[in-house]
């Protein structure tokens, strides 16, 4: 597991660079010239375990992420705003993917499949 790497000379935080011409990782201080060979080519790792029979669960603030599509052209049910954003999903026991909504109003996150 990749921990983090501090300067030798001034004991600032080390971050990952590229060093494109060798095609090597390296950890670089970003307030000195001082740089080392990574040990590693993992940057940073996640590892999820779960138990048999538990699902990864959805995010809780997915309206809020930048990187999900956004739609002007659905309604909320429940709360009747016009903006949701959307992402594909299997529903439970089927093989078909459908899309779901999440509605983007502050404080109702009401869901729904397409």
Request: charge should be negative.
């Amino acid at each position: 597991m990749s921990t983090m790497k501090y300067c030798c000379d001034c004991n600032n935080i080390l971050y990952p660079k590229e060093d494109k011409e060798q095609r090597i990782l390296l950890y670089a201080c970003q307030n000195c010239d001082h740089q080392e060979i990574a040990d590693s080519n993992c940057v940073y790792k996640i590892e999820v375990h779960h138990s048999f029979g538990e699902h990864t669960q959805e995010l809780q603030d997915v309206a809020a992420d930048p990187t999900l599509p956004r739609t002007k052209s659905v309604q909320c049910a429940k709360c009747g705003n016009g903006e949701a954003v959307f992402f594909q999903a299997n529903a439970k026991g089927e093989k078909d993917i459908t899309l779901v909504f999440v509605c983007c109003k502050p404080n109702c996150g009401h869901r729904w499949r397409d």
